[in-house]
Each structure stands twice: as C-alpha cells, then as structure tokens.
C-alpha cells in the first residue's frame, strides 16, 4: 500500500522568510497529493493540492511542486507570516473512491 | 458551506467501557471517515464509507467499529475502551464519489483511564 513520508517533523523560521516542507510517496499509482493545514486547536483545512498531470500549483504566497519521477512534492511558503504558524499535512491518493494516505506532519512556527 | 459536527469535544472515559462517536455532515456526502491523530504519528485512517451501510477498514481497524445506517452519521464505536486508544478522533466527509477535499468535523479528544 501506499506510504507517505514527511519532512521536516518542526521548522522554524522568522517572519518574511520561506518555508519548505517536502513528502515522499511509494506508489506510483498515485495522483492526488493535497494539503491540509490545522492551526492550533482546530480541524485540518485543505489549502492546495495538485494532480500528477502538473508539475506545480500556486495560490497566492502557497505553491506546490511535484516530481512524479522521483516521486516527491513539496509545499512552498513564501514571505511567512505568523498566521502561518501550524501544523501541516501533506496526503497522497489515487483519484477516485479511495482513501488519502496521510504524511506524519510538520510544526511550522514563525517567529515575528 | 459544508459543515461537519461531532457530537462531543472532550470525552472520558473507562477502560472496558463501550464508547459512541458520532459524526454528522449536511452536505449529503457519501463518503465519510474516521481518523485517529497523535502526535508525531500523523492522521491515521480507522474505517470509512462511500455509502449507507456501507464499510471498509483503513490502515488500523483493530479495536473498532463502525455504523452507516443514515447517509449523514457515520458512527466510531470501540467496543471495549483501553489506554492506547487515548487520541484525537477526527471525522471527515468529501464529496460523492471522490476523496478530493475532505473536509473535517472539530474532532473529539478522548482519554479513557
């Protein structure tokens, strides 16, 4: 089956600077890879995903990138603001009835 | 606006007991599941439903069970409460036939002593 790895487990950054976090899959049958931020005390929230017939997405100061060849993706954060700060989730599956397997999360806290 | 509600925030209760989580969603969604959170673990998948009395077992079933017998409940049973199963129990819905954006109930934190 499917396992999802991520990384950083914490980050740390000051505010206005970037933050990466990045996840590994093993399927490669996988095509939907989204992510879902919780902030402290309230539900994951889906904030991007992206399908495997595209090599990035963005909105806004989020974007995520997909490497379907070495089978990773990542989620960029740029000019961090302390609202930012929370756990994040990223999550593979194949489209369709099946069900999202989940990456470990990171902590991500900007410091103003 | 889809809104998924859970019936208790907080929870205690007993080892042995026979504990009910329910989960409500009024978007007429038929896929809904039920993850457990723990720190550095991650959200785990428990069961899910992609339909009334419908059910299927995610990556860690063992302990649980499950009821669908109305489109918008789907119900977290553990048949008798132990320690280790002290968590944050989230439910999630998403639209029919897909798993695209699930979206998630305020979850119940539960301690069983």
């Known amino acids: 089956g499917e396992n999802v790895e991520q990384h950083p487990s914490t980050l740390s950054v000051q505010e206005g600077d970037s933050a990466v976090i990045k996840c590994t899959y093993s399927?490669?049958?996988?095509?939907?890879f989204p992510w879902y931020k919780q902030e402290l005390g309230k539900r994951p929230q889906l904030i991007i995903d992206i399908r495997s017939n595209v090599g990035e997405k963005k909105d806004q100061r989020i974007a995520v990138t997909l490497n379907k060849t070495a089978k990773h993706f990542s989620l960029h954060i740029t000019e961090t603001q302390p609202e930012d700060s929370a756990v994040y989730f990223c999550?593979?599956?194949?489209?369709?009835?099946?069900?999202?397997?989940f990456g470990t999360g990171t902590r991500l806290q900007v410091f103003p | 606006d889809v809104k998924v509600t859970q019936s208790s925030r907080y929870l205690v209760k007993r080892t042995g007991e026979k504990v009910f989580l329910e989960c409500v969603q009024d978007?007429?969604?038929?896929?809904m599941f039920w993850y457990r959170q723990d720190p550095g673990l991650g959200l785990r998948l428990i069961y899910f439903s992609y339909d009334v009395k419908m059910k299927e077992k995610g990556d860690i079933p063992e302990g649980y069970s499950v009821s669908r017998e109305k489109k918008e409940r789907f119900s977290l049973i553990l048949e008798s409460a132990s320690t280790n199963q002290t968590s944050m129990y989230l439910c999630a819905s998403s639209a029919p036939g897909m798993v695209e954006t699930q979206y998630f109930g305020p979850g119940t934190r539960l301690l069983v002593l």
């Open positions: 978007m007429d969604h038929e896929n």
């Open positions: 399927d490669s049958a996988s095509n939907y």
């Open positions: 999550a593979a599956s194949k489209l369709g009835p099946d069900k999202l397997i």
